[in-house]
């Protein structure tokens, strides 16, 4: 069963930055697409970034291209959330999911983490 820690997330300043960190465990890292969602009060959960398998191929929301990169360690079975700029709007809980990769440039996730907050004040 692959399970998913994420950690991370904190309140931050309009404008500041963070990376948030996702440790993956109990499969093999390398056979899944790797993604970042969130979800902010009264809204639906949004896909915002993935990364496949070989980490040659990464998807972002249109809102946060430019500002977020995901990477991939498979030394650490770690995927990173490089926020940079970060507004207000981006305040949710971020979740990391494995899965599988999407011909739309999504995930198809099969499994989550707990979530982690992120909070921007403005």
């Known amino acids: 069963q692959v399970q998913l820690v994420e950690s991370g997330g904190e309140l931050v300043q309009a404008g500041g930055s963070l990376r948030l960190s996702c440790t993956f465990s109990?499969?093999?890292?390398?056979?899944?697409?790797m993604g970042w969602f969130r979800q902010a009060p009264g809204k639906e959960r949004e896909f915002v970034a993935g990364?496949?398998?070989?980490?040659?191929?990464?998807r972002y929301l249109d809102s946060v291209k430019g500002r977020f990169t995901i990477s991939r360690d498979y030394t650490k079975n770690t995927v990173y959330l490089r926020m940079n700029s970060l507004k207000p709007e981006d305040t949710a809980v971020y979740y990391c999911?494995?899965?599988?990769?999407?011909?739309?440039?999504?995930?198809?996730?099969?499994?989550w983490g707990q979530g982690t907050q992120v909070t921007v004040s403005s």
């Open positions: 990364i496949n398998w070989s980490s040659s191929t990464t």
């Open positions: 999911a494995a899965g599988v990769w999407r011909g739309s440039g999504s995930i198809g996730p099969n499994y």
């Open positions: 109990g499969r093999t890292f390398s056979n899944y697409a």
